[in-house]
C-alpha cells in the first residue's frame, strides 16, 4: 500500500486533478486532498477507492473518452441546477385571489 504521498505523486504522475479522480471512484475529491494532506487517515477501503479512480480516469485518457465523461457529467449537473430552480420557484410563487374570492 502506498503512503498518502506517494498516492499524490501517483496521481500528479498521470496529470489528473483531485476531481477528476473523484469522478472515477467513490471519494470525494474534498476527502482525497485531506488524506493527501495527511488530514484524514487513509483506510485500506479508501485507498482502493482511491487507486481506482485514478486507474479508470488515467485509462479514460488513454482511450479518449475522459473529456467526453466530463462533458456529460456537465450536462447532468446543469439539468439538475435547472431543475432545482425551477421547482424551487414553483414553491415561492404565491396563488394570485381574484376579486370574485374575498367575499
Known amino acids: 500500500m502506498l503512503s498518502a504521498k506517494e498516492l ?4 500528479l504522475l498521470r496529470n489528473l486533478s483531485l476531481r477528476d ?4 471512484c467513490n471519494v470525494s475529491a ?3 486532498g485531506s488524506i493527501e494532506r495527511y488530514e484524514y487517515t487513509l483506510t485500506e477501503n479508501t485507498y482502493r477507492e482511491i487507486v ?3 486507474n479508470a480516469a488515467y485509462q479514460a485518457m488513454v482511450n ?3 473529456d467526453m465523461d466530463k462533458s456529460k457529467e456537465r450536462e447532468e449537473v446543469k439539468k439538475k441546477q435547472v ?7 414553483k414553491t415561492k410563487t404565491p396563488e394570485k385571489k381574484t376579486g370574485s ?3
Not at 8 to 11: H, L, Q
Not at 21 to 24: G, K, L, T
Open 8 to 11: 499524490k505523486d501517483y496521481r
Open 21 to 24: 479522480v473523484a469522478r472515477y
Open 30 to 32: 474534498q476527502m482525497i
Open 52 to 54: 481506482k479512480g485514478i
Open 64 to 66: 479518449g473518452t475522459f
Open 83 to 89: 431543475a432545482k430552480t425551477v421547482a424551487k420557484r
Open 101 to 103: 374570492e374575498e367575499t
